[in-house]
C-alpha cells in the first residue's frame, strides 16, 4: 500500500504562482512513475503532468506546459508541482497519483494510488 498525501493548495491572484506537494509512506522501496490530474468542477479529471521514477523523463499538458514544473525528491519520498502564470482556468482539485512502473502515463486509469486532492484557487 502507497499512502499520498497533497499540500499546498491555496488561493492565488491571477498571474501569482503556487507550489504544491506530495508526500508518499508506505510501500515506497519500488520504482513509481508519479503524475499531477486536476478536476474542475463539471469537469473531468484531466492530465496535467507526469514525472518518471529517475526524474529524467517529464510530460505536460499543452495548457501548462512552459509554466508548470513537475520534481521528485525520491529520498524525501516527495514530488511537487510549481506552478507559474496562473490563469483562472487552472481552478481545480489538484490529486497527485502514482504508478508502480518507470514509464511516464496521461491516464488517469494507469495510475493505482491517489491522494486526496488539495485545492487551488485562482482570482481574476
Request: charged share 15%; glycine share 12%; aromatic share 10%.
Amino acid at each position: 500500500q502507497v499512502q499520498l498525501v497533497e499540500s499546498g493548495g491555496g488561493l492565488v491572484q491571477a498571474g501569482g504562482s503556487l507550489r504544491i506537494s506530495c508526500a508518499a509512506s508506505g510501500r515506497t522501496f519500488g520504482t513509481y512513475s508519479m503524475g499531477w490530474f486536476r478536476q474542475a468542477p463539471g469537469k473531468d479529471r484531466e492530465f496535467v503532468a507526469a514525472i518518471s521514477w529517475s526524474g529524467s523523463i517529464t510530460s505536460y499538458s499543452d495548457s501548462v506546459k512552459g509554466r508548470f514544473t513537475i520534481s521528485r525528491d525520491n529520498a524525501k519520498n516527495t514530488v511537487s508541482l510549481q506552478m507559474n502564470s496562473l490563469k483562472p482556468d487552472d481552478t481545480a482539485v489538484y490529486y497527485c497519483a502514482a504508478d508502480p512502473g518507470v514509464a511516464v502515463h496521461r491516464t488517469t486509469g494507469a495510475y493505482d494510488y491517489w491522494g486526496q486532492g488539495t485545492q487551488v484557487t485562482v482570482s481574476s
